[in-house]
């Protein structure tokens, strides 16, 4: 038998966070890893799952904020210059003004060689619609609700896992999607504009699907909720969580 893909939880972090990393994961299969999201200590996350930048080959990037998107500059220049490959990007086209021309291209624009675009660092793959797939692993879109007016997409992999990335309760969107388990942003404070507050988790969505998820994007208090979080939801996503796909 082959080895099964599998989602790895690299990081479970809210952006603030110093004691776990960005909320970062990856989809590991026979023929390579993709990123989904890539933070600012996407190196750390990796090494301490044994891996290191030259074991990713490709991203996907769920929105443009710093703890999900600032890492494509270091493994832009490392896999460019250190280990001469350029990284598949999969983006969706709504994604790429705001990524390259708002974000990336003040640090990765000019070179010692002359001026950059995004694909001088990676093998973009622009994606028109909601649905893609890597390594044979279906891929399907959808959005969430998170800074009012900019564009954020969660995950719906093999029909199996959900992985919403960052945003307030979707219980329109996930309560219609069958999976095996759920990995949902949270916040331990009371509420908030653009993350789910526990609160708001309990209100939005049914016990069943509750017990299903496991909360990531946690601030460093988490420990004075984990008992709630046993009893209310799956858990609290660890880094190094793995899920077959």
Request: hydrophobic share 40%; proline share 3%; aromatic share 10%.
């Amino acid at each position: 038998m082959g080895i099964a893909s599998e989602l790895l939880i690299l990081g479970t972090g809210h952006s603030e966070s110093i004691e776990h990393w960005n909320t970062n994961a990856m989809l590991a299969t026979p023929k390579g890893n993709m990123l989904i999201d890539c933070g600012f200590t996407i190196k750390y996350a990796l090494r301490d799952q044994g891996l290191s930048l030259p074991d990713i080959d490709a991203v996907f990037i769920t929105h443009v904020h710093g703890d999900h998107v600032f890492g494509l500059e270091r493994i832009g220049y490392e896999s460019r210059f250190s280990y001469g490959k350029r990284v598949k990007l999969y983006i969706r086209e709504t994604l790429l003004t705001e990524l390259w021309d708002q974000t990336l291209k003040g640090s990765m624009g000019l070179a010692s060689e002359g001026e950059n675009t995004l694909q001088d660092f990676f093998d973009v793959v622009v994606l028109k619609d909601n649905h893609f797939s890597y390594n044979g692993v279906d891929i399907r879109l959808f959005h969430t609700r998170h800074t009012p007016r900019k564009t954020c997409y969660g995950l719906y992999i093999n029909e199996k896992i959900i992985f919403t990335s960052d945003t307030t309760p979707i219980a329109d969107v996930i309560e219609h999607l069958p999976a095996q388990a759920i990995f949902h942003d949270v916040t331990l404070r009371d509420e908030h504009p653009v993350h789910a507050a526990i609160p708001a988790l309990m209100n939005a969505y049914s016990e069943s699907t509750r017990k299903k998820m496991y909360l990531m994007s946690y601030e460093d208090h988490w420990r004075d909720y984990e008992a709630q979080i046993n009893r209310d939801f799956a858990g609290f996503a660890r880094q190094g969580q793995r899920l077959a796909v």
